[in-house]
């Protein structure tokens, strides 16, 4: 399997991710432990989480993915087979939210305390929290790093100016740097990502691994109606924000290229973002072995200019 570098971090990941926000909310823990082996079975080993998953489920208070994974990892003694990749800032509690040094020398221990390991190897910021200085931010990991309870650190949901800020600090101080992003990216949603941040990750050598990589499953192609919006518990949301006459175009070109590939949407809509420059590896989640299967095929499909093109005309 293709290895490609989380920037300069010395970690290398497949290029594709899995993302544990299903963990606990549409996949329960068995059903979860089969996802992992068949993604590690299939040759990949990047697994992304996040201390607050999932804690919108009702009756859920945030850690629930990780702990997911963390009895996973302990029933199969897979740890030193996968990078795992958490997040720290987002929201638990009034009182626990944010880049604080103090909140992130906490939430560290919880995380690891749940994940049944003794290192992270990607701590991601999950926020931009513009209440502290990046100093005191990149301090608090640069003694997770000392302390071995980290090995490299990532940001996600940060504007370019403030990424650049923040590499400048860490260049400027000799603190360690973001050395991924992790922003939202696939085939709807391309602005965001496109405009300037990508423009700065390839400026300074960063990895990205994009989120929402199939737009909360819009880019399967399983959502054409209203009524598709009962396919799944998150179809509704789904629903709302692409079934539109732009997300419909989008769809079109997907069923295109997919024809002539012989491949499902969702692979075409992932083959897309890995083949784009500078992309370390898209995170998608799936939440059925056979959703996984075209995860899986998706590293395998070659897209040529014509395909690309004809998505991009489709989608800019
Ligand atoms: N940094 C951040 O702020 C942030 C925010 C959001 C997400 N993330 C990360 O990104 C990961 C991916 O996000 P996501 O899971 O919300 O979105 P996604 O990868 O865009 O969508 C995945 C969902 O699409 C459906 N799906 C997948 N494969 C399919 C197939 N072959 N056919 C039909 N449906 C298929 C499944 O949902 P159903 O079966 O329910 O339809 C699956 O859970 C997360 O797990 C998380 O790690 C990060």
């Not at 399997?1 to 993302?19: D, K, N």
């Not at 993915?65 to 800032?89: F, M």
């Not at 003794?118 to 926020?127: K, T």
């Amino acid at each position: 399997m293709e290895q490609r570098p989380l920037g300069r971090s010395g970690l290398t990941v497949a290029p594709l991710g899995f993302g544990g926000n299903v963990f606990g909310w549409t996949a329960d823990e068995a059903t979860s432990h089969r996802l992992l082996d068949a993604f590690v079975e299939a040759g990949f080993n990047l697994i992304d989480t996040a201390d607050v998953y999932s804690a919108w489920v009702p009756g859920n208070q945030g850690g629930e993915s990780e702990a997911i994974i963390g009895s996973w990892l302990k029933a199969r003694g897979t740890r030193d087979r996968v990078v795992i990749a958490t997040k720290v800032g987002w929201e638990l509690a009034p009182d626990r939210k944010g880049l604080s040094p103090a909140h992130i020398r906490t939430a560290v221990e919880a995380s690891l305390r749940r994940l049944q390991t003794d290192r992270i190897d990607l701590y991601q910021a999950h926020v931009d929290d513009h209440t502290v200085p990046f100093e005191d931010t990149l301090g608090a990991f640069q003694d997770l790093i000392a302390a071995g309870k980290v090995r490299a650190i990532g940001a996600s949901n940060i504007a370019a100016p403030r990424l650049r800020e923040a590499l400048a600090v860490s260049a400027r101080e000799g603190l360690p740097r973001y050395e991924t992003l992790q922003p939202e990216y696939n085939l709807y949603d391309r602005a965001g990502y496109e405009a300037e941040l990508e423009g700065v990750c390839r400026e300074h050598g960063l990895g990205v691994i994009s989120y929402f990589s199939l737009a909360s499953g819009f880019l399967s192609g399983k959502y054409r109606s209203a009524a598709d919006a009962g396919k799944s518990a998150r179809g509704q949301g789904v629903v709302a924000k692409y079934l539109n006459p732009r997300g419909q175009a989008i769809l079109a070109a997907l069923d295109a290229v997919a024809a002539r590939h012989k491949a499902a949407s969702a692979q075409v809509a992932l083959a897309w973002l890995m083949a784009r420059p500078g992309l370390t590896a898209p995170i998608a989640s799936a939440t059925t072995l056979e959703q996984l299967d075209d995860l899986i095929a998706a590293a395998r499909l070659r897209l040529d200019a014509e395909d690309v093109g004809r998505l991009d005309a489709a989608s800019v």
